[in-house]
T-cell receptor
Framework: NAGVTQTPKFRVLKTGQSMTLLCAQDMNHEYMYWYRQDPGMGLRLIHYSVGEGTTAKGEVPDGYNVSRLKKQNFLLGLESAAPSQTSVYFC??????????????FGPGTRLTVL | GQQVMQIPQYQHVQEGEDFTTYCNSSTTLSNIQWYKQRPGGHPVFLIQLVKSGEVKKQKRLTFQFGEAKKNSSLHITATQTTDVGTYFCAARNYGGATNKLIFGTGTLLAVQP
């Protein structure tokens, strides 16, 4: 099993450009998440999905859109990139258990720089 | 919104010394998870605590959940260079949905051989 994979690993954009980050998981997880990680800020939830065809806003959704057309994939889009979106982006997935342990499994991350 | 404060932000220790990081919330938590992120890596799940006053051990790591379920700590005994990384707590509010984990700001541990 590959677990959670992210594409691309690195990307440099100019202000105003658009791009899509792809996350894929092969663990049949219901829940998927997009986080951004900035120095001193921890991990902040951008958007998440509790199942195929569903998406919801997290803590910092502005400037991002997401889609979950297939259960195994979760796409994060930046329509018009801004320097404030320079960050490391992590995708994660989990079974979505309400009881017991619901471990989040993280991908390797995408390092995005917006000039 | 809900915040989870974690202290210290950074700790530098000599190999063999102990290390502790603390996680505090202003609201009662349903449960708390701990993750470790190695430099350049991604967060990896360590443990989940659910019960008031719960204590769990993993070799040299001891995790505690406060009696009021508003704070937690991670203690490492006799640190080793393999312990280097950032330790995050991730909290779920009492009655909160599964998808709502709030991550602390993390504690970066540096271990000098």
């Amino acid at each position: 099993n590959a677990g959670v994979t992210q594409t691309p690993k690195f990307r440099v954009l100019k202000t105003g450009q658009s791009m899509t980050l792809l996350c894929a998981q092969d663990m049949n997880h219901e829940y998927m998440y997009w986080y951004r990680q900035d120095p001193g800020m921890g991990l902040r939830l951008i958007h998440y999905s509790v199942g195929e065809g569903t998406t919801a806003k997290g803590e910092v959704p502005d400037g991002y859109n997401v889609s979950r057309l297939k259960k195994q994939n979760f796409l994060l889009g930046l329509e018009s990139a801004a320097p404030s979106q320079t960050s490391v982006y992590f995708c994660a997935s989990s079974f979505g258990r309400d009881r017991g342990i619901d471990t989040q499994y993280f991908g390797p991350g995408t390092r995005l720089t917006v000039l | 919104g809900q915040q989870v404060m974690q202290i210290p932000q950074y700790q530098h220790v000599q190999e063999g010394e102990d290390f502790t990081t603390y996680c505090n919330s202003s609201t009662t938590l349903s449960n708390i998870q701990w993750y470790k992120q190695r430099p350049g890596g991604h967060p990896v799940f360590l443990i989940q605590l659910v019960k008031s006053g719960e204590v769990k051990k993993q070799k040299r790591l001891t995790f505690q959940f406060g009696e009021a379920k508003k704070n937690s700590s991670l203690h490492i005994t006799a640190t080793q260079t393999t312990d280097v990384g950032t330790y995050f707590c991730a909290a779920r509010n009492y009655g909160g949905a599964t998808n709502k984990l709030i991550f602390g700001t993390g504690t970066l541990l540096a271990v000098q051989p």
